[in-house]
Protein backbone atom coordinates (compact mmCIF):
# COMPACT_ATOMS: atom_id res chain seq x y z
CA UNK A 1 0.00 0.00 0.00
CA UNK A 2 1.23 3.47 -0.93
CA UNK A 3 2.07 5.19 2.06
CA UNK A 4 0.10 9.40 2.05
CA UNK A 5 3.11 11.77 0.93
CA UNK A 6 4.88 14.07 2.94
CA UNK A 7 3.10 16.80 1.31
CA UNK A 8 -0.20 16.12 2.36
CA UNK A 9 0.69 16.19 6.35
CA UNK A 10 -1.87 18.43 7.81
CA UNK A 11 1.52 19.70 9.78
CA UNK A 12 2.39 21.07 5.89
CA UNK A 13 -1.08 23.21 5.47
CA UNK A 14 0.33 26.28 6.50
CA UNK A 15 3.18 28.73 5.77
CA UNK A 16 4.30 28.23 9.57
CA UNK A 17 4.14 24.10 8.77
CA UNK A 18 6.33 24.37 5.40
CA UNK A 19 9.04 26.71 7.03
CA UNK A 20 9.41 24.48 9.42
CA UNK A 21 9.52 21.32 7.77
CA UNK A 22 11.67 23.17 4.96
CA UNK A 23 14.47 24.26 7.18
CA UNK A 24 14.68 21.21 9.59
CA UNK A 25 15.40 19.10 6.59
CA UNK A 26 12.34 16.96 6.44
CA UNK A 27 10.81 18.26 3.14
CA UNK A 28 11.45 15.72 0.71
CA UNK A 29 13.75 16.37 -1.90
CA UNK A 30 11.07 16.88 -4.64
CA UNK A 31 9.12 18.68 -2.78
CA UNK A 32 8.55 22.83 -4.33
CA UNK A 33 9.93 23.93 -0.52
CA UNK A 34 12.86 22.16 -0.26
CA UNK A 35 16.07 24.39 -0.07
CA UNK A 36 17.64 21.59 -2.01
CA UNK A 37 16.09 22.60 -5.04
CA UNK A 38 16.86 26.55 -5.17
CA UNK A 39 18.13 27.41 -7.69
CA UNK A 40 21.32 29.73 -7.81
CA UNK A 41 19.32 32.96 -8.48
CA UNK A 42 17.07 32.14 -5.35
CA UNK A 43 19.84 30.90 -2.96
CA UNK A 44 21.31 34.23 -3.72
CA UNK A 45 18.54 35.93 -2.34
CA UNK A 46 17.70 33.75 0.26
CA UNK A 47 21.73 34.98 1.48
CA UNK A 48 20.88 38.34 0.99
CA UNK A 49 17.95 38.29 3.34
CA UNK A 50 19.99 36.36 5.66
CA UNK A 51 22.83 39.02 5.69
CA UNK A 52 19.92 41.84 6.15
CA UNK A 53 18.39 40.08 8.91
CA UNK A 54 21.48 39.47 10.47
CA UNK A 55 22.75 42.74 10.12
CA UNK A 56 19.76 44.48 11.62
CA UNK A 57 19.86 42.05 14.45
CA UNK A 58 23.53 42.91 15.59
CA UNK A 59 23.54 46.77 14.52
CA UNK A 60 20.96 47.98 16.46
CA UNK A 61 21.07 51.98 15.40
CA UNK A 62 19.33 51.14 11.66
CA UNK A 63 15.78 49.84 13.76
CA UNK A 64 16.48 52.20 16.59
CA UNK A 65 16.48 55.35 13.97
CA UNK A 66 13.59 53.89 12.14
CA UNK A 67 12.06 53.84 15.56
CA UNK A 68 12.49 57.38 16.48
CA UNK A 69 11.50 58.53 12.97
CA UNK A 70 8.35 56.79 13.03
CA UNK A 71 7.54 58.24 16.46
CA UNK A 72 8.60 61.67 14.89
CA UNK A 73 6.21 61.72 12.48
CA UNK A 74 8.51 60.28 9.85
CA UNK A 75 6.07 57.58 8.88
CA UNK A 76 3.97 59.54 6.20
CA UNK A 77 6.82 58.34 3.51
CA UNK A 78 7.05 55.38 4.69
CA UNK A 79 3.23 55.29 5.08
CA UNK A 80 2.70 56.28 1.34
CA UNK A 81 5.10 53.55 0.00
CA UNK A 82 3.63 50.94 1.79
CA UNK A 83 0.13 51.96 0.90
CA UNK A 84 1.22 51.88 -2.67
CA UNK A 85 3.00 48.94 -2.63
CA UNK A 86 -0.13 46.77 -1.33
CA UNK A 87 -2.26 48.45 -4.12
CA UNK A 88 -0.02 47.38 -6.79
CA UNK A 89 -0.30 43.92 -4.83
CA UNK A 90 -4.14 44.58 -4.55
CA UNK A 91 -4.35 45.25 -8.50
CA UNK A 92 -2.48 42.01 -9.24
CA UNK A 93 -3.97 39.76 -6.99
CA UNK A 94 -7.19 40.71 -8.12
CA UNK A 95 -6.80 40.90 -12.17
CA UNK A 96 -9.30 38.24 -12.54
CA UNK A 97 -12.01 40.52 -11.35
CA UNK A 98 -12.15 43.92 -12.51
CA UNK A 99 -14.89 44.80 -9.77
CA UNK A 100 -13.03 44.05 -7.18
CA UNK A 101 -9.80 45.23 -8.46
CA UNK A 102 -11.79 48.74 -8.93
CA UNK A 103 -13.17 48.47 -5.00
CA UNK A 104 -9.62 47.69 -3.66
CA UNK A 105 -7.48 50.59 -5.58
CA UNK A 106 -10.32 53.00 -4.51
CA UNK A 107 -10.14 51.69 -1.09
CA UNK A 108 -6.17 52.18 -1.13
CA UNK A 109 -6.96 55.52 -2.81
CA UNK A 110 -8.85 56.56 0.13
CA UNK A 111 -6.63 55.60 2.48
CA UNK A 112 -3.69 56.91 1.01
CA UNK A 113 -5.39 60.57 0.33
CA UNK A 114 -5.69 60.01 4.06
CA UNK A 115 -2.37 60.23 4.96
CA UNK A 116 -3.18 62.27 8.00
CA UNK A 117 -5.27 60.86 9.76
CA UNK A 118 -4.23 59.31 13.24
CA UNK A 119 -5.27 55.64 12.54
CA UNK A 120 -2.82 55.12 9.79
CA UNK A 121 0.10 55.99 12.40
CA UNK A 122 -1.40 53.48 14.82
CA UNK A 123 -1.57 50.78 12.03
CA UNK A 124 1.64 51.38 11.06
CA UNK A 125 3.02 52.07 14.89
CA UNK A 126 2.13 47.96 15.36
CA UNK A 127 3.10 46.78 12.03
CA UNK A 128 6.51 48.20 12.84
CA UNK A 129 6.56 46.38 16.41
CA UNK A 130 5.45 43.27 15.31
CA UNK A 131 7.70 42.92 12.30
CA UNK A 132 10.93 44.17 15.04
CA UNK A 133 9.59 41.62 17.57
CA UNK A 134 9.30 38.81 14.88
CA UNK A 135 13.04 40.06 13.61
CA UNK A 136 14.23 38.90 17.11
CA UNK A 137 12.35 35.54 17.86
CA UNK A 138 10.63 37.78 20.58
CA UNK A 139 13.52 37.08 22.53
CA UNK A 140 12.73 33.28 23.17
CA UNK A 141 16.34 32.22 23.28
CA UNK A 142 19.12 34.16 24.76
CA UNK A 143 20.49 35.68 22.11
CA UNK A 144 17.99 36.84 20.52
CA UNK A 145 17.01 38.39 24.23
CA UNK A 146 20.42 40.40 24.54
CA UNK A 147 20.09 41.66 21.11
CA UNK A 148 16.35 43.02 21.65
CA UNK A 149 17.97 44.67 24.25
CA UNK A 150 20.74 46.51 23.14
CA UNK A 151 17.79 47.85 20.29
CA UNK A 152 15.92 48.70 23.73
CA UNK A 153 19.42 50.53 24.27
CA UNK A 154 20.08 52.23 20.95
CA UNK A 155 16.34 53.42 20.93
CA UNK A 156 16.71 55.12 24.23
CA UNK A 157 19.99 57.15 23.20
CA UNK A 158 18.50 58.48 19.89
CA UNK A 159 15.37 59.18 21.71
CA UNK A 160 17.19 61.20 24.48
CA UNK A 161 19.30 62.82 21.86
CA UNK A 162 16.12 65.08 20.51
CA UNK A 163 14.85 66.25 24.37
CA UNK A 164 16.42 69.22 26.34
CA UNK A 165 14.27 67.95 29.81
CA UNK A 166 13.25 65.61 31.73
CA UNK A 167 9.78 66.62 31.59
CA UNK A 168 9.89 66.27 27.77
CA UNK A 169 10.88 62.83 27.84
CA UNK A 170 7.77 61.91 30.60
CA UNK A 171 5.51 63.89 28.69
CA UNK A 172 6.27 62.27 25.43
CA UNK A 173 5.54 58.80 24.14
CA UNK A 174 8.35 56.61 22.98
CA UNK A 175 7.58 53.96 21.14
CA UNK A 176 10.34 52.41 22.17
CA UNK A 177 8.52 51.79 25.22
CA UNK A 178 5.67 50.26 23.29
CA UNK A 179 8.00 48.03 22.30
CA UNK A 180 9.11 47.17 25.38
CA UNK A 181 5.79 46.65 26.90
CA UNK A 182 5.06 44.21 23.95
CA UNK A 183 8.33 42.67 24.59
CA UNK A 184 6.78 42.36 28.48
CA UNK A 185 3.83 40.51 27.34
CA UNK A 186 5.07 37.23 27.14
CA UNK A 187 4.23 34.04 28.99
CA UNK A 188 6.79 34.53 31.81
CA UNK A 189 6.09 38.28 31.68
CA UNK A 190 2.29 37.46 32.21
CA UNK A 191 2.91 35.30 35.06
CA UNK A 192 4.94 37.77 36.94
CA UNK A 193 1.64 39.83 36.74
CA UNK A 194 -0.63 37.43 37.66
CA UNK A 195 1.37 36.43 40.66
CA UNK A 196 1.40 39.44 41.68
CA UNK A 197 -2.06 40.88 41.32
CA UNK A 198 -4.43 37.95 41.20
CA UNK A 199 -4.54 37.91 45.33
CA UNK A 200 -5.26 41.49 45.40
CA UNK A 201 -7.57 42.23 42.76
CA UNK A 202 -9.80 39.05 43.87
CA UNK A 203 -9.82 40.79 46.88
CA UNK A 204 -11.10 44.21 45.75
CA UNK A 205 -13.67 42.42 42.89
CA UNK A 206 -15.25 39.80 45.13
CA UNK A 207 -16.10 42.92 48.18
CA UNK A 208 -19.38 43.14 47.04
CA UNK A 209 -20.03 46.58 49.04
CA UNK A 210 -16.67 48.25 47.86
CA UNK A 211 -17.28 51.40 46.60
CA UNK A 212 -14.28 54.04 46.13
CA UNK A 213 -16.51 57.13 44.55
CA UNK A 214 -14.54 59.97 45.53
CA UNK A 215 -17.05 62.44 44.07
CA UNK A 216 -19.53 63.69 47.11
CA UNK A 217 -22.71 64.48 44.38
CA UNK A 218 -22.65 61.47 42.74
CA UNK A 219 -22.40 59.44 46.62
CA UNK A 220 -25.27 61.94 47.24
CA UNK A 221 -27.74 60.70 44.50
CA UNK A 222 -26.31 56.88 45.45
CA UNK A 223 -27.64 57.43 48.96
CA UNK A 224 -30.64 59.01 47.85
CA UNK A 225 -31.73 56.10 45.47
CA UNK A 226 -30.75 53.50 48.02
CA UNK A 227 -32.67 55.64 50.83
CA UNK A 228 -35.71 55.28 48.06
CA UNK A 229 -34.92 51.93 47.12
CA UNK A 230 -35.13 50.60 50.77
CA UNK A 231 -38.26 52.45 51.50
CA UNK A 232 -40.14 52.79 48.67
CA UNK A 233 -40.81 56.26 48.87
CA UNK A 234 -39.17 59.70 47.00
CA UNK A 235 -36.66 61.02 49.31
CA UNK A 236 -37.38 64.38 51.03
CA UNK A 237 -33.81 65.25 49.94
CA UNK A 238 -33.11 67.88 47.13
CA UNK A 239 -31.52 65.69 44.18
CA UNK A 240 -29.94 68.82 41.90
CA UNK A 241 -27.53 70.38 44.61
CA UNK A 242 -23.92 71.33 43.97
CA UNK A 243 -20.71 69.39 45.07
CA UNK A 244 -20.16 71.72 47.77
CA UNK A 245 -23.72 71.07 49.61
CA UNK A 246 -23.16 67.47 48.56
CA UNK A 247 -20.21 67.26 51.31
CA UNK A 248 -22.16 69.20 53.65
CA UNK A 249 -24.34 66.21 53.97
CA UNK A 250 -23.41 64.34 57.08
CA UNK A 251 -24.28 61.07 55.55
CA UNK A 252 -22.53 61.74 52.38
CA UNK A 253 -19.47 63.12 54.22
CA UNK A 254 -18.93 60.24 56.38
CA UNK A 255 -19.11 57.71 53.39
CA UNK A 256 -16.85 60.12 51.30
CA UNK A 257 -14.12 60.03 54.32
CA UNK A 258 -14.87 56.20 54.36
CA UNK A 259 -14.01 55.67 50.83
CA UNK A 260 -10.86 57.85 50.78
CA UNK A 261 -9.67 55.74 53.85
CA UNK A 262 -10.21 52.25 51.85
CA UNK A 263 -8.52 53.77 49.13
CA UNK A 264 -5.36 54.59 50.92
CA UNK A 265 -5.77 51.42 52.78
CA UNK A 266 -5.90 49.17 49.26
CA UNK A 267 -3.30 51.33 47.39
CA UNK A 268 -0.75 50.24 50.61
CA UNK A 269 -1.45 46.84 49.88
CA UNK A 270 -1.03 47.37 46.42
CA UNK A 271 2.59 48.96 46.85
CA UNK A 272 3.75 46.28 49.52
CA UNK A 273 2.81 43.26 47.02
CA UNK A 274 4.77 45.50 44.09
CA UNK A 275 7.70 46.80 46.33
CA UNK A 276 8.10 42.65 47.73
CA UNK A 277 8.05 41.22 44.35
CA UNK A 278 10.70 43.26 42.69
CA UNK A 279 13.42 40.35 42.49
CA UNK A 280 10.86 38.16 40.77
CA UNK A 281 10.10 40.94 37.95
CA UNK A 282 11.02 39.75 34.36
CA UNK A 283 14.86 40.49 33.35
CA UNK A 284 13.98 42.49 30.46
CA UNK A 285 12.32 45.19 32.32
CA UNK A 286 14.67 45.60 34.84
CA UNK A 287 17.55 46.06 32.09
CA UNK A 288 15.64 48.57 30.16
CA UNK A 289 15.17 50.67 33.60
CA UNK A 290 18.70 50.38 34.01
CA UNK A 291 19.56 51.08 31.15
CA UNK A 292 17.13 54.57 31.05
CA UNK A 293 18.11 55.60 34.24
CA UNK A 294 22.03 55.33 33.30
CA UNK A 295 21.45 57.24 30.05
CA UNK A 296 19.04 59.88 31.96
CA UNK A 297 21.64 60.75 34.14
CA UNK A 298 24.20 60.97 31.18
CA UNK A 299 21.91 63.51 29.62
CA UNK A 300 20.88 65.90 32.58
CA UNK A 301 23.54 65.30 34.94
CA UNK A 302 22.43 68.47 37.04
CA UNK A 303 19.41 67.03 37.26
CA UNK A 304 18.73 65.54 41.23
CA UNK A 305 18.94 61.52 41.10
CA UNK A 306 15.52 61.81 42.93
CA UNK A 307 14.27 63.34 40.12
CA UNK A 308 15.27 61.10 37.04
CA UNK A 309 14.63 57.90 39.39
CA UNK A 310 10.81 58.96 39.74
CA UNK A 311 10.32 59.02 35.92
CA UNK A 312 12.36 55.52 35.66
CA UNK A 313 9.92 54.01 37.93
CA UNK A 314 6.75 55.99 36.88
CA UNK A 315 7.49 54.27 33.52
CA UNK A 316 8.26 50.72 35.20
CA UNK A 317 4.65 51.43 36.88
CA UNK A 318 2.69 53.29 34.36
CA UNK A 319 3.78 50.93 31.39
CA UNK A 320 4.35 47.81 32.49
CA UNK A 321 2.00 47.50 36.07
CA UNK A 322 -1.01 49.75 35.43
CA UNK A 323 -2.27 48.07 32.46
CA UNK A 324 -2.56 45.49 34.75
CA UNK A 325 -4.64 46.45 36.89
CA UNK A 326 -7.12 48.76 34.71
CA UNK A 327 -7.80 45.38 32.80
CA UNK A 328 -6.90 42.57 34.59
CA UNK A 329 -8.96 39.90 32.53
CA UNK A 330 -6.63 41.61 29.52
CA UNK A 331 -3.80 40.07 31.05
CA UNK A 332 -4.70 36.95 32.10
CA UNK A 333 -4.75 37.85 36.04
CA UNK A 334 -8.28 36.78 36.42
CA UNK A 335 -10.68 35.03 34.05
CA UNK A 336 -14.05 36.33 35.64
CA UNK A 337 -15.91 39.06 34.10
CA UNK A 338 -15.61 42.76 35.43
CA UNK A 339 -18.76 44.36 36.58
CA UNK A 340 -18.89 48.30 35.89
CA UNK A 341 -18.53 49.36 39.67
CA UNK A 342 -15.51 46.79 40.15
CA UNK A 343 -13.79 48.65 37.19
CA UNK A 344 -13.78 51.65 38.01
CA UNK A 345 -12.48 50.50 41.98
CA UNK A 346 -9.66 49.59 40.31
CA UNK A 347 -9.32 52.58 38.28
CA UNK A 348 -9.50 54.73 41.23
CA UNK A 349 -6.47 52.75 42.67
CA UNK A 350 -4.77 52.80 39.66
CA UNK A 351 -5.14 56.22 39.75
CA UNK A 352 -3.60 56.49 43.08
CA UNK A 353 -0.36 54.62 42.16
CA UNK A 354 -0.14 56.37 39.35
CA UNK A 355 0.37 59.66 41.27
CA UNK A 356 2.16 57.90 43.92
CA UNK A 357 4.92 56.89 41.45
CA UNK A 358 5.10 60.05 39.87
CA UNK A 359 5.51 62.01 42.88
CA UNK A 360 2.84 64.42 41.83
CA UNK A 361 -0.22 65.75 44.39
CA UNK A 362 -3.50 65.95 43.09
CA UNK A 363 -5.05 68.87 41.43
CA UNK A 364 -7.90 71.02 40.64
CA UNK A 365 -8.84 67.95 38.35
CA UNK A 366 -9.25 65.62 41.12
CA UNK A 367 -9.97 68.36 43.83
CA UNK A 368 -11.81 65.92 46.02
CA UNK A 369 -8.65 63.39 46.21
CA UNK A 370 -6.42 66.52 47.10
CA UNK A 371 -7.17 65.42 50.86
CA UNK A 372 -5.16 61.92 50.25
CA UNK A 373 -1.64 64.46 49.34
CA UNK A 374 -0.09 64.26 52.23
CA UNK A 375 -0.37 60.47 52.33
CA UNK A 376 0.89 61.03 48.01
CA UNK A 377 3.87 62.74 49.32
CA UNK A 378 4.96 59.90 52.22
CA UNK A 379 4.19 57.36 50.09
CA UNK A 380 6.10 58.39 46.70
CA UNK A 381 9.01 58.51 49.37
CA UNK A 382 8.94 54.84 49.50
CA UNK A 383 8.31 54.05 46.27
CA UNK A 384 10.94 55.84 45.21
CA UNK A 385 13.30 53.33 47.08
CA UNK A 386 11.71 50.75 44.80
CA UNK A 387 12.64 52.46 41.65
CA UNK A 388 16.37 52.66 43.38
CA UNK A 389 16.06 49.03 43.48
Known sequence: VR???????????????FSAYALNGAVPATSLYSLKNMDKESRRRL??????????????????RLLFLLNQGGSKAMRQTMLSSAATKAQQH??????????????????????????EDISISKLIETIVLTLFGFAQNAREEYLLLKLFCAAIQIELSSIDTLQEFLRGNPIFIKLAVHYNRGAKERKYLRDLLQPIIKKVIEDADLDLESDPLVIYRTLIREEESRTGEKSRRAYDITREDALNDMETRTTFIRHLRQLRVLADEFIAAIQESLCRMPYGMRYIAC????????????????QVMKIVGH??????????????????VIETTISPLQRKNLAEIAKMLNQVSVGKHFNEDNMFLQPLNNYVGYTSAKFLQYSFE
Open 3 to 17: RPSAMHSNNLRTAAG
Open 47 to 64: EGYQHLFYLLQTQPVYLA
Open 94 to 119: NTASTSATGASAGGLSAKTNDSGGGG
Open 291 to 306: ELRRALTAKFPDEPEA
Open 315 to 332: LVYYRYINPAIVAPESFD
